[in-house]
């Protein structure tokens, strides 16, 4: 019995020449994630599917990439790169042993929607043998047109190459993306031929063969944002910017004021509470969540961070992984902290590294303090107790602990433990010579007198 659920079929095996890059096109990142993930990411939201993902021979990244995000899914190599169709048919195993619905994606095209694929889902359970994902394109140079009658019903996919003037003045264009079912697809799949400007096995010649075959073909029309396929960095950089500005919308819908959204730059997985205030020009790295209330002031970089409630980070807080801070906790200008937890109320409010380590809760690092962390070879551990008072430029060199409660002195260098309510000061004895610098004055003032 052939399968409810969808088998879908993710082309990954171009070499992305135009990129001008070491790394495979589709590993390329957008909103900190690479297009082929993100394309993962959506089949997966389609309950039951079946993944197949095809790449080029060698391309072990890409492999990786598809263990590490969708480790059911199968990877197929495409030895040599003959066309869409020919990318479909290297799946051929999975097609045979699934025999349900095919939906084919492009990795290169990462910015579809759950709803979307679903639409085209829709369009096979009205009885659509073929379901093709279209949209109006601005500029259709290059793009497959759309060949339909009475709006939504397909005829025939002509690439942009092979069509006539006429053909080319159509704007509604192929996304790429399509679902078939169809009784025999591996039959409609080897009825493909090459002979066409590009000499490649064509998918889209699929819509025609199939046509003949008794099967409906339609169209399902979506923004031309959500298919924008990426060959180039610059188009790189477009994509990048439809998925920011939508994700800002949705934060915002969410409950998060951003004060100048179009300066706020989100990854993939950021997570934002409720009543968050972000201002202007900050940087969400990947693995960021940030609970409710926060207050996030300008020019800040966050990742692998995660932010308690009501906290204070800012202006110019930079926060490296393992940053965790408790809930009211102020962390302040040109403050950086990595993999350090922060208890609750724990302020640092200015110029400090707080790196590896714990700070207990209502603590108060002082500006310039410095967890020396790194030996040159290990990285070591400073301990703060709940209630500790860390004087402005103190060194604390690892591994350390601070009790509880415990007092240091400005200007020390500590490297030793510290017990809990103790004072501990590593910094010599004031020395005091009255009206030395009077006289100092005086005599300098006379030797240069007698210079000029
Ligand atoms: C394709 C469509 C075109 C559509 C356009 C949308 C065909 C014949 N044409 O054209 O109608 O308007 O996408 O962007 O399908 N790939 C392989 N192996 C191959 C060839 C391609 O895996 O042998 C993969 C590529 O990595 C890419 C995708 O298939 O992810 C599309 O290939 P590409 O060469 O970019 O097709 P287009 O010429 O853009
Ligand atoms: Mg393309």
Not at 2 to 14: D, Q, W
Not at 19 to 48: E, I, N, Q, W
Not at 226 to 237: C, D, F, P, T, Y
Request: proline fraction near 4%.
């Amino acid at each position: 019995m052939a399968n409810a659920a969808p088998l879908i079929v993710i082309l990954a095996a171009g070499k992305g020449t135009r990129m001008k890059s070491a790394l495979p096109k589709v590993l390329h990142k957008v909103a900190g994630r690479s297009m082929l993930g993100h394309v993962l990411a959506l089949a997966t939201t389609v309950p039951g599917a079946e993944i197949a993902v095809v790449v080029g021979p060698g391309m072990d990244e890409v492999r990786n990439e598809v263990g590490r995000i969708a480790p059911a899914a199968d990877v197929f190599v495409q030895e040599r790169q003959a066309g869409t169709a020919d990318a479909v048919l290297a799946a051929r195993a999975a097609l045979e042993r699934h025999g349900g619905d095919v939906i084919v994606l492009y990795a290169d095209t990462p910015l579809i929607e759950a709803r979307t694929l679903q639409s085209l889902q829709a369009a096979l359970d009205a009885g659509a043998g073929v379901a093709v994902l279209g949209f109006q394109a601005k500029d259709p140079t290059g793009y497959g047109r759309l060949i339909t009658v009475g709006g939504n019903t397909l005829l025939a996919i002509r690439e942009h190459k092979d069509s006539s003037p006429e053909e080319r003045k159509i704007t509604l264009c192929n996304s790429g993306v399509l679902a078939f079912r169809v009784p025999d697809l591996l039959g409609v799949l080897g009825g493909i031929g090459n002979a066409n400007a590009k000499g490649e096995y064509y998918l889209t010649d699929a819509i025609e063969i199939a046509r003949s075959s008794g099967a409906r073909a339609s169209v399902v029309r979506c923004p031309e944002d959500e298919v924008i396929g990426v060959n180039s960095r610059s188009q790189l950089a477009v994509a990048e910017r439809i998925w920011q500005d939508r994700a800002r919308q949705k934060i915002m819908l969410e409950g998060v004021t951003l004060i100048a959204p179009e300066t706020v730059f989100l990854s993939y997985d950021t997570v934002l509470g409720r009543d968050v205030t972000v201002e202007p020009h900050v940087v969400f790295g990947t693995g960021v969540t940030v609970a409710d209330g926060v207050d996030i002031k300008a020019f800040c970089h966050l990742e692998g961070a995660t932010i308690g409630a009501n906290a204070r980070v800012g202006p110019y807080a930079r926060l490296r992984p393992g940053a965790a801070l408790g809930p009211d906790v102020h962390i302040g200008n040109f403050v950086e902290v990595k993999n350090v937890a922060v208890g609750s109320g724990a302020k640092a409010n200015h110029l400090a590294y707080l790196g590896d380590g714990t700070v207990g809760a209502g603590a108060n690092i002082g500006a310039g303090t410095i967890f020396c962390n790194y030996d040159g070879f290990f990285k070591h551990k400073t301990e703060i107790g709940a209630g500790a008072f860390i004087g402005s430029n103190s060194s604390l060199i690892a591994p350390v602990k601070i009790g509880d409660g415990a007092y240091i002195g400005s200007g020390s260098v500590i490297t030793k433990d510290v017990a809990a309510d103790a004072l501990a000061i590593e910094r010599s004895a004031q020395e005091e010579r009255p009206e030395w610098a009077a006289k100092f004055r005086a005599v300098m003032a006379r030797r240069k007198a007698a210079k000029t």
